[in-house]
Each structure stands twice: as structure tokens, then as C-alpha cells.
């Protein structure tokens, strides 16, 4: 017998008792006085409380049963489709797939926010929340066979992991990208909605699903909260500089050993899409500084493909000689690049072709240059730690591990800045203001705001540790009193107690120092950088 060809109405739940398999559930209602939920909980509450149990489960199967009542081709056709696709969130895993291709690190961010929130939000629901109330799922008596899915669940029916899923993904990505938030929460719905009307839910376990969901996803937020929303003005100005299709003028100094050999891997493709530029490879006995300046001295643009210290070489040479740069991201993790609008490969590619480029900022630190971040002290044992998990864990998660060793491990130092007297266990200083704020500083809207980002951080007793927990879990992290941040063209840092500390800058360790003199060189580089345009 085909599909549609089958009785209206059929009972196929077989959890429920010999003697109500056949009859509609109203009726089981009504004879019974109480749904599943209820009526192993009638000996054990109070008279009053179990009434109270059973009005909700009355209103339940009401709601249940008007919406399985409906007829609508909506409800026949496309509702069981979607639920199907939602199996396994593979519905949301796809949504966070296309944003994971997308250009704009935002939507990245978002993809990896919607997944962790969907793996946290799944464990609750069906580790947790499912296996302490066994709820019996719906009669499917009511539902027309036209409408059920292809696979009938066998779990407990609290909560729904589906709309569990669906709120956490939604919410998590509007974080991010609150454009997509009303959509997502749309979409959300109706697969929500899809699990009453294929008979797999009540309404109550998606209400509960969604609620925990969103609320996963809201904790999320507290622990590392989403960038800001990028203002109208950020986006720097574009320079039109000469087009180089064939990369006629450009040097291009690399470093073959960078990232198991990625460096050779991006020379062979640059070579292949600029094949007339002129290509100088570094050695173990290279002097980088010297190659980078004679490289520079006779280029019209220079380039670089290496880690984030090559890459600090070649701006220092291009600064000097006023030549622009232009970077092959070909390190590990290829922040500058990231931030400057040259990764991936084909953007850095495409740049130098058609000659977009922008001015960026060079901050010093005790007059020696660093692109992205410097750090003293224990901040370098807390990036270290950071960036060995992050590949497997997610940067998120593994700043906040690194967080946690590092302020178990810590001792602190007392610093004097601008006539202010902290100890910190923490200090963090980046070249332009990083997003988002706290200490799982990520990205840089842009490169050229003028400005050092300084974030201390002090955490000197277990009482502080365990307040600025507190802070993290309720997003209060930037109002606890032990957390420092300032932004300023330049800045000096007295190390008053626990000197001298080692200088770390771009992730390579440097001198030891008393005394950090900070300043900006700003909008002194001109870097190619992709126009947006596909």
C-alpha cells in the first residue's frame, strides 16, 4: 500500500499501554484525566500541583491535536521535508558551511559560533535533559500518514533536540551577524513548528528546546563576546596603484621552510598567475633584514610570503625604502594577512593585478616593530598555550583554557602606566584596536584607527580568579576592577616590581626590558589589499 493511500489516522506508538493504542488521544484524556508526563507523577505531588500538570498536558494535546487536525499543503508537503533536513543538524551544518566560504571574517566567526553552540546545546538536551525526564512521545493517531517523517524518533520526547539545535544556531550566528539574526530565527521556527506537525513533539518540548537553546547560546555570548558592529567608517580608503597583471616589478622574497613548506607551495602558484616577477628564496643562513632591504631598494613593490616575522621584516624594509608591500600569506597562522584583507592566496593574488592596496599602521615598541601583537610576562606563555590548541578546539575555547593554566601558573608584576600603579597578571598590546573586547582578542576591523590596544589583566589571588570567572560567565569582564583596557596613540609602561620581562613581539621572543615605550607610525605602510569585489 502506497503512502497516501493509508488510513487518516493510524496508531503506531507502541510505548504507550496495550489498552490506549487504538484510541485517539482526547480520548485517553478524557477516560485517563492525564497524559504520559503526568501519570507516573500522580502519587508523588501534591493534589493541587498535579491539576495544575494536568490542565498544562490538556492544553498541550490540544494545541497538538488542532495543529495535527490542519490541513494544508504547507503542513503535508513541506514541513515534514524540513524536518527531515534538520536531522542531525545538518541543515544548520550547512548554513555554517556557507559562511565558513564566505570572505568576511564576521560570518566566519558567526560559522564557528552557530556549531559550538549546536555541539553544547546537543549534549544538554540528549545527555542531560532527555535521559532524567522520559517523555513518551505524541500519538501519532491524529497525524495523517502523508505527514510523518521518514524516521519516527525513539528517544524521550523532552525537550526537542531539533528546536534545541535550531534556537542555539540562530542565536549564535545574530550574535555575529545581526543581519541574518530575523531569518535564521524564522527558518528556526518553522523547523520547530515541523516537529508538532509530524507528530514527533508537543508543543511544549519545542518551547523547552528553544528555550534551551537560546539560553546556550546567550551563556556563549557571556563567555566571549561577539565583535562589535562594524561602524559606516571603518573600512579604510582604497589606493589605486598600477595594475600588474603579470607582476612585472614586484620582488618577492620567501621563505621556503615556512609552515612545513607552504612557502614553496605559494611560490609555485604566485609563479604561475604573476609569471614576469622577480623571486629571491631565504635560507637557514639568510640575513632576513639585509635581503629584505636590498630587495626593497631595487623593487617597485615588495613582496613577502612567509610567517608573521618575515612578514614584520619586509614591512620594516618597505617603510624604509617607500616602496608598497604586498603579502603571500604562507605562515601558520597569517594574522597581518588576515587583518589586511590579503587572505587567502587569491585575494593577495588578485590585489597586486589590479592594484588596490590600502595605508596601514606601524606601532613600535622600544622603537622596534611590531604588526600585530607584543606581550611581556606571562602573556606569552598564555598565547602559546592559545595557539598549540586552537586548530583542534577553536580559538574561543582554547583562550579561555589558555586563560585558566595561565592564571593558575601566573605571577604577577607591577606596571606604571600614565600614573596608574596595577599589578597584572596579564598583559596583551596590540597595533590598532582588536575585536572582540576582553582576552580572546581575534581580529582588527582596521589597521589604521592610530591607536595601541593595551588589556591588563590582574588575577593575583584565588578570590580575583574566581570573580573574574564570575565576570566572564555573566560578559561583565570589561567592568571588573581588576580588568584594564586603553587605547592611546602611544603609551610608556613602567615595570615598577617583577622586572626586567622578556619582550615577545609578533609571537617571537625579543630582549628583556624595565622600561616599554609605545608609539604609532600611522597609515605609514601602503599594503596591496583585496577590494571586496568578487
Given at each position: ?24 488521544i ?23 500541583v ?5 490542565d498544562?498536558d ?18 503535508d ?10 536531522d ?5 551544518l ?8 564566505s570572505?568576511?571574517?564576521?560570518a ?12 553544547a546545546?546537543?549534549l544538554?538536551?540528549n ?46 550566528v ?8 530575523l ?12 516537529r508538532?506537525s509530524t ?8 518551547a ?29 580608503d ?16 620567501v ?10 607551495r605559494?611560490?609555485?602558484k ?6 614576469d ?6 635560507t637557514?643562513d ?7 632591504r ?9 613582496g ?9 621584516a ?21 594574522h ?5 584583507w ?11 593585478k ?10 613600535y615598541?622600544?622603537d622596534?616593530?611590531?604588526?600585530n601583537t607584543?606581550s611581556i ?6 598565547v602559546a ?9 577553536g580559538?574561543?575555547l ?12 601566573s605571577?604577577p ?10 599589578r ?8 590598532s ?11 582588527r576591523?582596521?589597521l ?8 591588563m ?6 578570590g ?5 570567572l ?5 560578559g ?17 609602561i ?9 619582550i ?26 583585496h577590494?571586496?569585489?568578487?
Open positions: 500500500m502506497h503512502r497516501h493511500d493509508a488510513p487518516d489516522r493510524l496508531r503506531v506508538d507502541p510505548d504507550h499501554p496495550r489498552e490506549l493504542r487504538l484510541r485517539p482526547t480520548r485517553v484524556v478524557r477516560e485517563y484525566g492525564v497524559m504520559p508526563l503526568a501519570n507516573h507523577r500522580t502519587r508523588l505531588v501534591p493534589d493541587r498535579k491539576r495544575l500538570m494536568q498544562i490538556q492544553i498541550d494535546v490540544s494545541i497538538f491535536e488542532g495543529i495535527a487536525a490542519t490541513r494544508s499543503p504547507a503542513l508537503k513541506a514541513l515534514p521535508r524540513l524536518t527531515d533536513v534538520a542531525h543538524s545538518v541543515l544548520w550547512g548554513v555554517a558551511g556557507a559562511l565558513g566560504l570572505r568576511d571574517r564576521r566566519k566567526r558567526a560559522a564557528v559560533r552557530g556549531v559550538v553552540s549546536i555541539a546545546t546537543s544538554i538536551a545527555q542531560l535533559a532527555k535521559r532524567t525526564n522520559r517523555r513518551a512521545r505524541p500519538s501519532l493517531a491524529s497525524v495523517p500518514l502523508v505527514r510523518l517523517s521518514r524516521k519516527l524518533p525513539s528517544s524521550a520526547s523532552f525537550p526537542s533536540g531539533h528546536a534545541a539545535s535550531a534556537a542555539a544556531f540562530a542565536t549564535a545574530g550574535l555575529e551577524l545581526p543581519v541574518l539574526s531569518p535564521l530565527r524564522a527558518l528556526a521556527g518553522l523547523v520547530g513548528l515541523s508538532i507528530g514527533a513533539h508537543y508543543p511544549s518540548d519545542v523547552a528546546g528553544w528555550l534551551l537553546g537560546t539560553t546556550v547560546a546567550q551563556v556563549g555570548a557571556r563567555l566571549v563576546p561577539p565583535a562589535e558592529p562594524p561602524s559606516a567608517v571603518q573600512r579604510p582604497l589606493l589605486q596603484l598600477t595594475e600588474r597583471p603579470t607582476g612585472d616589478g614586484v620582488v618577492l622574497v621563505n621556503p621552510a615556512s609552515h612545513s613548506g607552504e612557502g614553496e605559494v611560490l609555485d604566485v609563479r604561475e598567475e604573476l609569471p616577477l622577480e623571486v629571491v628564496k631565504l637557514e639568510s640575513d632576513i633584514d639585509r635581503v629584505m636590498e630587495s626593497a631598494a631595487r623593487a617597485a613593490v615588495l613577502v610570503a612567509g610567517g608573521d616575522g618575515t612578514v614584520r619586509a614591512a620594516q624594509a618597505a617603510r624604509q625604502e617607500q616602496v608598497p608591500l604586498a603579502v603571500f600569506p604562507a605562515g601558520t597562522f597569517n597581518f594577512a588576515k587583518d589586511a590579503s587572505y587567502p592566496l587569491r585575494d593577495a593574488i588578485t590585489a597586486v589590479r592594484g588596490t592596496a590600502a595605508k596601514v599602521d606601524l606601532a615598541l622600544n622596534r616593530l611590531f604588526l607584543a610576562g606571562v602573556y606569552t606563555d598564555f598555550i592559545r595557539e598549540r590548541n586552537e586548530q583542534r578546539i580559538k574561543p582554547a583562550a579561555l583554557y589558555a586563560g585558566l593554566r595561565t592564571l593558575v601558573r605571577r608584576i607591577t606596571v606604571r602606566v600614565d600614573d596608574r600603579t596595577v597584572v597578571d596579564l598583559l596583551f598590546l596590540g597595533n584596536e582588536y575585536e572582540p573586547h576582553g582576552f580572546a582578542p581575534s581580529f576591523e582596521r589604521d584607527d592610530g591607536l595601541i590596544d593595551l588589556r589583566l590582574d588575577a593575583s589571588s584565588l580575583a580568579t574566581l570573580t573574574i564570575v565576570s566572564l560567565l555573566t561583565q569582564l570589561g567592568r571588573h576592577k581588576r580588568y584594564h583596557e586603553i587605547h592611546a596613540p602611544s603609551l610608556q613602567e615595570i615598577v616590581r617583577g622586572g626586567p620581562v622578556r615577545a613581539r609578533d609571537g617571537e621572543l625579543g630582549e628583556e626590558a624595565d622600561v616599554l615605550d609605545l608609539r604609532v607610525d600611522r597609515r605609514a605602510l601602503t599594503v596591496y589589499r577590494d571586496g569585489a568578487f
